[in-house]
């Protein structure tokens, strides 16, 4: 199988995070539940992973970093911590439903700062409008649509200007796009542990800024279990319940594995798999490309429509084919109607540092086959 959908999971993991996952089910059980050997493990990697994630997204405080199931869980810490029924909040034009769905059951009045594919002055400048008298904003760094790289750092200086709280969904840039968290100066940002930092399913993570973050969920932490109220201090706050200590440990050597090869290592080789394949495609004009012009507008996925073929079609003839990709509106219906592609969505081509040259010129040939 030529596995080409990684903005929804990295499939394919170094060897060390598989290890990992066993050696944790093998040896740990969990933190802050005692002082015994595998308590004292479980504790030691959950921290270890703490570090690390601190290190890679230059968090002051490793305390910053709280676990989470799924960057949409953390997103929903964050939006409910800083907006509320009725509550005006900004967004860009390209939110996944885990922004748009959450904004919308909790009653917000969402403003959407829509502007065109690939322009991120745009993208600014509609910001810059909807700004003034907003609770708080929203924007993707990455799309996982058309993996358009969003100006979130000139977003958040508009923020601040404004003093409005920004949240960054970093769900398709982290482990190829990098991000400064101290730097950048938004509340939050929130990350799958599945797919660009090459952890386990059922891992994520909620970097905070403040301290007081209202919990999401509520009860045993391990701390101050004499209270009723649940714990004053990060990460304990948001981490009630047991941990996925194999995730965890998993999640851990993924990042590792990244710090070895450097988050702007992995995005150039994408961005060459991108580059290779669009390239092979170029003469055929019953493709249509979502790409940017500058490159560097674009991490590694790259959407296509094929003319008189449904998308979803297209993906289960590839899927015959032995090319693994996905196709419809991939969870962000707001990215294709801002795009316009809401009617016929796309198919979505999605890059991996484990893929090859070889590999997606494969995937261009099978396209072509299908449209023969």
């Known amino acids: 199988m030529i596995y ?11 060897a060390a995070v598989r290890y990992a996952v066993c050696e944790a089910l093998e040896t740990m059980s969990s933190p802050g539940r005692g002082g015994y050997a595998s308590a004292m493990l479980a504790a030691d990697t959950v921290l270890d992973c703490r570090l690390a994630l601190a290190d890679l997204f230059c968090v002051r405080r490793p305390e910053q970093v709280a676990f989470t199931s799924s960057a949409t869980h953390g997103l929903n810490i964050a939006i409910r911590a800083l907006a509320g029924p009725g509550d005006r909040v900004v967004i860009s034009g390209y939110e996944h439903n885990a922004v748009w769905r959450t904004l919308w059951g909790l009653g917000a009045d969402i403003r959407v ?9 745009a993208a600014v400048e509609a910001f810059r409008r909807l700004l003034p008298g907003a609770k708080a904003a929203v924007c993707t760094q990455v799309s996982n649509v058309f993996g358009f790289i ?22 398709q840039a982290a482990g190829s796009v990098g991000l400064d968290f101290e730097k950048l100066g938004c509340a939050f940002a929130a990350m799958p542990g599945h797919k660009g930092l090459l952890g386990p399913q059922g891992t994520g993570v909620l970097l905070c800024r403040e301290e007081n973050v209202p919990p999401l969920f509520f009860g045993g932490t391990g701390s101050v279990s004499q209270e009723a109220a649940m714990p004053d201090f990060l990460p304990d706050r948001l981490e009630p319940g047991t941990h996925n200590v194999p995730g965890i440990a998993g999640l851990l050597a993924g990042v590792r594995w990244l710090q070895r090869r450097t988050c702007a290592a992995v995005l150039d080789h994408e961005r060459s798999l991108l580059a290779a394949f669009s390239d092979a495609l170029a003469g055929e004009s019953r493709i249509r490309q979502f790409r940017a012009a500058d490159p560097a507008d674009q991490a590694g996925v790259l959407s296509v429509q094929l003319d ?23 969870c962000a219906p707001l990215a294709h109607q801002t795009a316009g592609t809401l009617a016929e969505g796309t198919v979505r081509f999605s890059f991996s540092p484990f893929n090859t040259r070889r590999e997606v010129l494969q995937a261009a040939d099978a396209l072509r086959d299908i449209l023969d």
């Open 113 to 121: 700062a829509a502007s065109p594919l690939f322009d991120r002055a």
């Open 308 to 330: 008189g073929v449904d998308c979803e079609q297209a993906a289960a003839l590839l899927a015959e084919r032995g090319v693994a990709v996905r196709a419809g509106l991939h």
């Open 150 to 171: 969003l100006p979130v750092a000139e977003i958040a200086a508009l923020c601040r200007a404004q003093g409005v709280p920004l949240i960054v969904d970093a769900s």
């Open 4 to 14: 080409l959908d990684s903005a929804a999971t990295s499939f394919q993991k170094p």
